[in-house]
């Protein structure tokens, strides 16, 4: 009988998602529509208000000034103190939405204890909402009329849909729930027809839902918090997790360990968060086109 070799990092290991690799792909093709938009002088500008200083939003900032720049879209960012007052944001955004140059805005999240997310969000125009955060492109979403897409969300579905990951009738779980990727990414799921658990750091029991999940997807920012035994044979592992252990970014996956069981897994950095930046780009460019009344 010949003898049978399993070379190690074939069949029996994870498949590594490129996040990064898929981003530059995309950005070649946005390169040609910004340049398409520049010959009818118009100029793709959005607006990022990051209030005091969150550490993932500031790699979010870091990495849309360097991508915005190789696509040729403007990135105009507010840095603003961590004791900003509602009403000085309220202004701000009262005057970027008047600004007819702007195309987009963003309030960068999570913002300091004092600020009104929700009030202020709302009081951003929905023609300019980059993030899909307003409550009309949030209904819109959920009814399947996207007007925008949140931009980790949609990087997401783009990185299944490249590596031909099905999802009808599986069992996605995700952990977390926030406004930008939680609750969205539950609409989108649901929307491809699969049955969707939503769990978060208060759930119970986490692990008696991710070992039942055919894709799992860990957003809740903690280190560690998926873990080999927690999850079936052939898992496929999403990372969003952004945490900053003894100066080295992480995910919410322990890495090492899920990876000989997993049959797809983005690794952080170089997974979804390269996906973010370049898909908030193709907002942008959606946004602006839509603005000045050309097809997308
Ligand atoms: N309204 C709002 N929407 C967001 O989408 C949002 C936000 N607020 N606040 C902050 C978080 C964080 N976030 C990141 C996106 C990309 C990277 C990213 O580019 N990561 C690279 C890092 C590479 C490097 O370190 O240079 C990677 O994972 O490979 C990081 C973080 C979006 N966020």
């Known amino acids: 009988m010949p003898a049978i070799f399993i070379e190690e990092g074939n069949d029996l290991m994870g498949k590594i998602l490129d996040g990064k690799a898929l981003a ?7 390169k040609e529509k910004v340049t398409d938009l520049k010959k009818q002088n118009i100029i793709p500008l959005f607006c990022v208000i990051n209030i005091g200083d969150d550490p993932g939003s500031k790699v979010y900032v870091r990495t849309k000034k360097r991508r915005a720049k190789s ?4 990135q105009k960012i507010y840095q603003l103190p961590t004791d900003e007052q509602q009403s000085d944001l309220l202004a701000l955004i009262d005057k970027l939405n008047a600004d ?33 955060l307003t409550p009309s492109n949030v209904g819109r979403l959920w009814q399947g009329n996207h007007f925008v897409e949140p931009a980790t969300i949609d990087g997401i ?34 929307e491809r027809d699969a049955t969707v658990s939503v769990l978060h750091l208060e759930t119970k029991d986490i692990s008696e839902y991710t070992k039942r ?19 079936k044979d052939g898992v496929v592992v999403i990372d969003v997790g952004i945490n900053h252990i003894r100066g ?19 690794p952080v950095p170089g997974g979804v968060g390269p996906l973010t930046v370049e898909s908030l780009m193709e907002q942008v460019i959606k946004l602006t086109r839509r603005a000045n009344g050309l097809r997308e």
């Open 157 to 190: 579905m783009a990185l299944l849909d490249h590596y031909q990951i099905d999802l009808k009738s599986k069992d996605v779980v995700i952990i977390g729930c926030s406004n930008i990727v939680g609750k969205p990414l539950a609409a989108l799921m649901l």
């Open 71 to 74: 696509v040729g879209i403007i």
């Open 248 to 266: 080295h970014l992480v995910g919410d996956v322990a890495f090492d360990d899920v990876l000989p069981k997993a049959s797809y897994i983005t």
């Open 100 to 132: 007819p140059k702007v195309y987009g805005i963003m309030i960068q999240l999570p913002a300091p204890k004092q600020i009104n997310v929700n009030q202020a969000v709302e009081r951003i125009d929905p023609n300019k909402d980059v993030d899909c």
């Open 213 to 231: 999940a055919d894709v799992l997807i860990s957003a809740a920012g903690q280190a560690n918090l998926v873990t080999a035994d927690m999850v």
């Open 24 to 30: 530059n792909l995309r950005a070649d093709k946005l």
